[in-house]
C-alpha cells in the first residue's frame, strides 16, 4: 500500500469553504477517476494560532496507481484551481510512503 500526504494551509475564514468544497467536488472527482488501485482519501485538520492546517492521506495499492492519478510527475500536488484560491499556502508536493504494517483492534 502506498500512502500519498499533502500538507495545505488556510486562513480561518477560509476554512469551512475548502473543507466542503474538498467534501463536495474534490474528493468526488478524484473518485470518478475510477484509478485502479486507488483506496480512498482521509482529511484531517487543526487549527493553528493564525490559518488551518489540513492535510490528506490518500492510499493506493502500488506506485503505479499514483502515477495513473497523478501522472508521471506523481510527486507534484493535486490542486484544482477552485481549492488554490482557498488555500494561503500549500505543498507544491505529495510525500508517498509505503505502508509496512496495519493492525486493525
Known amino acids: 500500500m502506498i500512502i500519498r500526504i499533502w500538507y495545505g494551509y488556510t486562513k480561518p475564514e477560509n476554512a469551512i469553504q475548502y473543507q466542503e468544497l474538498l467534501k463536495e467536488e474534490v474528493f468526488m472527482g478524484i473518485a470518478a477517476k475510477e484509478v485502479k488501485g486507488y483506496r480512498g482519501i482521509e482529511l484531517i485538520k487543526r487549527e493553528l494560532e493564525d490559518e488551518v492546517e489540513f492535510i490528506t492521506i490518500m492510499r493506493f495499492e ?44
Open 62 to 105: 502500488e506506485l503505479k496507481d499514483v502515477k495513473d492519478f497523478a501522472g508521471e510527475n506523481y510527486q507534484e500536488a493535486y490542486v484544482p484551481q477552485k481549492a488554490r484560491l482557498l488555500l494561503k499556502r500549500y505543498d507544491a508536493t505529495a510525500q508517498h510512503y509505503e505502508q509496512q504494517i496495519l493492525i486493525n483492534y
